[in-house]
């Protein structure tokens, strides 16, 4: 009835008319009805006009809707979204047939061209009528077409949640929604100017030097200064930023407004680095600012991070780095801290971490609430088509896996892509869910300034060379209508280019480069002044027995009421019940004592990695599952003392590269923090060795930036095949700083100056007393370095494996070298050789010297720490057995572990006087043996021949 009123208002009853005329202009069903002043019969001929029209008109409403939904699902394929216009951002030439690009693909729905006057009630899932309920088709289109196949291109209709849809449609589908002042656009246009002019400067000054600039892509520094600026508005204060080289000296001037001076000073060959390390590239340089927020007259922070040209390596830092903000400021809802990322379209697409990255979005201990994802799409990867790069439509489809909406949005429009920063920024405040803007650009330039493009894409950059600058068109569009005159333009270009002359003129004065001047994590009262550390010593790592009595009584019980363990726990639990008794400590108590005794000192306690809450060999048991309540568990290590602080231990996603990065961002936050990621097996690691490589082995070196970060890598050759058994320790050894050809200078503080001076600490503990030191002395130190512990597998249950609590009590410290202490010490003259190891052949070497009734006349001394080497202790040993042959002994192959590394500082420590012979597995490609039989033949050879004491008679040194 009410579809034959909408063909013909008098085809129905008078008191039906008045009822959809009401309910028409929005009043309630119930309040919609009106008595009419006489009753009469119903029009039967109308009647039944309308019943034979009703089913046509309810197809057509139903085909109008669909029409609807086609465009809020479909419409950004036709948006106009490349500014070259020459090619689809989607990378497909076609249209979808659902849509109405033309007047015959009305008949898609059944409709013609004599329906696009009809009137249609509008469903509930739109917003185009604003305050209108009904419109005639015509205008349904046309208001579809404004808001999905504009300069925006809205991805959001995947997403399985109808407030969060209604909520992005009531942001673009509201009539005249995308409304600017003319304020706001003479701010847009003033940052347009910014962001051109200092390119255009840089060009001008320094036009043979690379710099990765932004010409093509310029309204991303406006952008970014929208998302901070609605960002500071909702009441985020510290923003935590990471790009590639792209336009990050854009970023730098303009956005953290570092000063241009300290800027122009890294184009000058001439200056010299003030700081020790290597220093980086300009375009990779990140910095610390804090501000007042012109807008919002608010302070922010805001921190570019550092990183490396490896593209998107740095994404996981950054969401590290925001996680541990939002965790010491208490911000769980990350309304005060905000991460930012600026990607390119090739990497976004092409680089496994963005994933990764993205899978940490909205996991318990990894979430940020919320990143905003910009990326800028020159629609090329250096020399590399869209339509080569990638398989998936758009740059941007990783994101979907997360549901996480898509702005596509053309970049030669400013106004477009300021709406879409702010709709952004709301979608983060509202949702504290990750959102995408995709800004569809191009890059006037080649891949860098020195670079030739038309090689590779000569009708793209035919194209490029006749493009009109966006400023020129934005500047243009504002004259004509009269928001700005051109005397006004003209002041804001020339001010600004002033700006930019007295920042160069004062660089010139400028004559040494401070590395430190461009810290992305500084940390306020830990260093001195002038960023040395407060003092060189570190106190011993000790702590007194009721500490160790009082930890040991809580791990070993279960600290909350009516909470049911599993049967198998409650035998460990009982069992160290019994080694606190007897004073004892095995592996996993001597990590609760470390961890235990540093959050009574109010340090937070970081454990992160694959299965890390048990532990990959069952042996941590750090969190307490109630067998009978699903999900309900308890976490020992919290229960600890009243005050302590809060000890975080989760089980990461199924990453590596990922979440080490994240934890290496997190640990950069505070230095009082004992932050720890494990491998689930050491080997593990390579997956994540770009992190290793790019910022844990040579981030000081290049970003004056220390990292207190802990990489635990269960290590050791006991028969589990190629892949379970290194943790590839030559690596690590290789990437060491320290020298091995130079003897040092032995002080009283020397142990501390050598880790002051190396770039990480390898250590392979062979005791749980000393792995409990070597994790307290980590904060210990008046300084942070990146710990490599090489921990144990089969050492966590070895009976041997055990220290008493005199090694771990007040007063005690970290032994670098453990030197023979039974009887072979008490006579060195006599002893004939002595073997040098490392970590757990040490039990295997002991066994089988006792077996063999060599212990008088063979000593094993222990390195626990590797690098940097303990030049000092091990000259005090080979000096102590000096008529002794010595012997490096390894389970690892030779070309592998550490005789590479220990071998020239054994020979630097004994001035090339005497061998240090080689004894362990030959040479070979894979890591171990995958046969038992075959690993257990090689244990046997390099045992027999380490204790023969006439293997090496005849051999030329």
């Known amino acids: 009835m009410y579809y034959a009123w909408l063909e013909n208002p008098k085809s129905v009853h008078k008191s039906w008319d008045v009822f959809f005329r009401n309910a028409n202009e929005g009043t309630p069903p119930g309040q919609a009805y009106q008595r009419p002043p006489s009753s009469s019969h119903f029009h039967s001929q109308g009647l039944a006009q309308a019943s034979a029209k009703a089913e046509k008109m309810v197809e057509d409403h139903l085909a109008v809707h669909s029409l609807i939904r086609a465009y809020q699902i479909r419409g950004h394929h036709v948006a106009q979204l490349d500014p070259l216009g020459i090619l689809d951002a989607d990378l497909d030439s076609f249209v979808p047939s659902d849509l109405i690009t033309t007047i015959d693909k009305l008949g898609f729905y059944g409709l013609c061209e004599a329906d696009l006057d009809k009137i249609f009630r509008l469903p509930t899932t739109t917003f185009i009528g604003g305050n209108e309920h009904a419109l005639p088709l015509r205008e349904i289109i046309r208001r579809l077409e404004t808001s999905y196949c504009g300069h925006i291109g809205v991805e959001f209709m995947f997403i399985n949640n109808v407030e969060q849809c209604q909520w992005i449609r009531q942001k673009f589908e509201t009539p005249e929604i995308m409304k600017f002042t003319n304020e706001e656009k003479r701010t847009l246009l003033a940052r347009l100017v910014r962001s051109t002019r200092f390119e255009d400067f840089l060009a001008r000054k320094w036009s043979s030097e690379k710099r990765f600039g932004l010409e093509g892509c310029e309204v991303l520094i406006p952008a970014l200064k929208t998302v901070i600026d609605k960002g500071s508005e909702m009441g985020i204060d510290s923003v935590i930023m990471g790009m590639p080289h792209r336009g990050r000296l854009n970023v730098l001037a303009n956005v953290v407004r570092k000063d241009l001076d300290q800027i122009f000073c890294q184009f000058d060959p001439k200056m010299e680095a003030a700081d020790e390390g290597s220093g980086d590239v300009k375009y990779h340089l990140g910095t610390y600012h804090e501000r007042i927020n012109r807008v919002t007259n608010k302070k922010i922070t805001l921190s570019l991070m550092a990183n490396p040209s490896h593209l998107e390596a740095v994404d996981p830092v950054v969401q590290g780095k925001a996680k541990a903000e939002q965790f010491y400021r208490g911000d769980s809802a990350g309304k005060k801290v905000m991460s930012i990322l600026i990607h390119g379209d090739a990497a976004f697409a092409g680089q496994?971490?963005?994933?990764?990255?993205?899978?940490?979005?909205?996991?318990?201990?990894?979430t940020t609430n919320g990143t905003i994802h910009v990326v800028v799409n020159n629609q090329i990867g250096f020399t590399t088509d869209p339509r080569m790069a990638r398989s998936s439509p758009y740059t941007t489809d990783v994101a979907r896996v997360v549901n996480a909406p898509i702005f596509h949005v053309n970049a030669d429009d400013p106004e477009a892509v300021m709406y879409v920063c702010n709709v952004a920024a709301e979608w983060r405040n509202t949702f504290s869910k990750d959102v995408v803007v995709d800004l569809v650009s191009y890059r006037r330039f080649g891949h860098n300034e020195m670079d030739e493009p038309m090689f590779t894409q000569p009708l793209m950059y035919k194209q490029i060379h006749k493009q009109v600058h966006v400023l020129k068109k934005y500047s243009d569009k504002l004259l004509a209508d009269g928001t700005v005159t051109l005397q006004e333009f003209e002041e804001e270009i020339s001010k600004y280019?002033?700006?930019?002359?007295?920042?160069?003129?004062?660089?010139?004065?400028?004559?040494?480069?401070?590395?430190?001047?461009?810290?992305?994590?500084?940390?306020?009262?830990?260093?001195?002044?002038?960023?040395?550390?407060?003092?060189?010593?570190?106190?011993?790592?000790?702590i007194s027995e009721d500490v160790l009595q009082h930890i040991g009584n809580v791990v070993s019980s279960v600290p909350v009421e009516d909470f049911t363990i599993h049967g198998g726990l409650s035998r460990i639990l009982k069992g160290r019940a019994n080694m606190i008794k007897n004073r004892t400590v095995d592996w996993a108590l001597a990590?609760?004592?470390?961890?235990?005794?540093?959050?009574?000192?109010?340090?937070?306690?970081?454990?992160?990695?694959?299965?890390?809450?048990?532990?990959?060999?069952?042996?941590?048991?750090?969190?307490?599952?109630?067998?009978?309540?699903?999900?309900?568990?308890?976490?020992?290590?919290?229960?600890?003392?009243?005050?302590?602080?809060?000890?975080?231990?989760?089980?990461?996603?199924?990453?590596?590269?990922g979440v080490l990065g994240f934890e290496l961002g997190f640990a950069m936050v505070s230095p009082n923090?004992?932050?720890?990621?494990?491998?689930?097996?050491?080997?593990?690691?390579?997956?994540?060795?770009?992190?290793?490589?790019?910022?844990?082995?040579?981030?000081?070196?290049?970003?004056?930036?220390?990292?207190?970060?802990?990489?635990?890598?269960?290590?050791?050759?006991?028969?589990?095949?190629?892949?379970?058994?290194?943790?590839?320790?030559?690596?690590?050894?290789?990437?060491?700083?320290?020298?091995?050809?130079?003897?040092?200078?032995?002080?009283?503080?020397?142990?501390?100056?050598?880790?002051?001076?190396?770039?990480?600490?390898?250590?392979?503990?062979?005791?749980?007393?000393?792995?409990?030191?070597v994790l307290r002395r980590q904060i210990l130190i008046p300084f942070r370095k990146p710990l490599i512990v090489f921990s144990p597998k089969s050492l966590l249950r070895h009976p041997e494996a055990r220290s008493s609590f005199d090694e771990i009590i007040t007063g005690t410290r970290f032994r670098r070298v453990i030197p023979e202490e039974g009887p072979a010490a008490q006579n060195p003259d006599k002893v004939k050789r002595v073997i040098f190891c490392t970590g757990k052949v040490y039990y295997e070497l002991a066994k089988e010297r006792k077996q063999q009734d060599l212990e008088n006349e063979v000593a094993i001394c222990r390195l626990e720490q590797i690098s940097p080497f303990p030049f000092d202790l091990v000259k005090n040993e080979t000096e102590k057995y000096a008529n002794a042959e010595l012997v490096w002994c390894q389970e690892e192959h030779k070309n592998m572990g550490y005789y590479d590394y220990i071998k020239p500082r054994f020979l630097t420590v004994l001035q090339n006087s005497r061998p240090i012979w080689y004894v362990g597995r030959d040479p070979a490609a894979a890591p171990a043996t995958g046969n038992k039989c075959t690993h257990l033949a090689e244990l046997k050879r390099y045992l027999d021949t380490v204790f023969n004491l006439q293997a090496f008679e005849g051999r030329n040194f």
């Open 591 to 657: 990590e609760y004592m470390a961890f235990g005794s540093l959050l009574k000192e109010g340090i937070h306690v970081r454990l992160s990695g694959q299965d890390v809450e048990r532990g990959t060999f069952s042996h941590r048991h750090h969190v307490l599952h109630d067998q009978d309540i699903d999900r309900r568990t308890c976490v020992p290590m919290n229960h600890l003392w009243e005050n302590q602080a809060p000890y975080t231990v989760c089980n990461s996603s199924l990453s590596e590269y």
């Open 497 to 542: 280019d002033r700006i930019c002359e007295e920042a160069y003129t004062r660089s010139k004065d400028e004559t040494i480069l401070h590395n430190r001047h461009w810290l992305d994590s500084p940390w306020p009262g830990f260093f001195s002044p002038d960023g040395e550390p407060k003092m060189m010593s570190c106190p011993p790592t000790g």
């Open 673 to 773: 923090a004992l932050v720890c990621w494990e491998a689930q097996f050491g080997d593990f690691h390579n997956t994540a060795q770009c992190i290793i490589d790019q910022f844990i082995s040579s981030g000081q070196a290049k970003w004056v930036r220390h990292n207190g970060l802990v990489l635990l890598l269960p290590h050791g050759m006991e028969g589990m095949g190629p892949e379970h058994s290194s943790a590839r320790p030559e690596r690590f050894l290789q990437m060491s700083n320290d020298d091995s050809d130079a003897y040092p200078e032995i002080t009283d503080d020397f142990e501390v100056h050598q880790l002051y001076d190396c770039n990480w600490i390898v250590v392979n503990c062979s005791t749980p007393g000393n792995f409990f030191h």
């Open 352 to 366: 496994g971490v963005v994933y990764e990255t993205f899978h940490l979005s909205e996991l318990p201990s990894y």
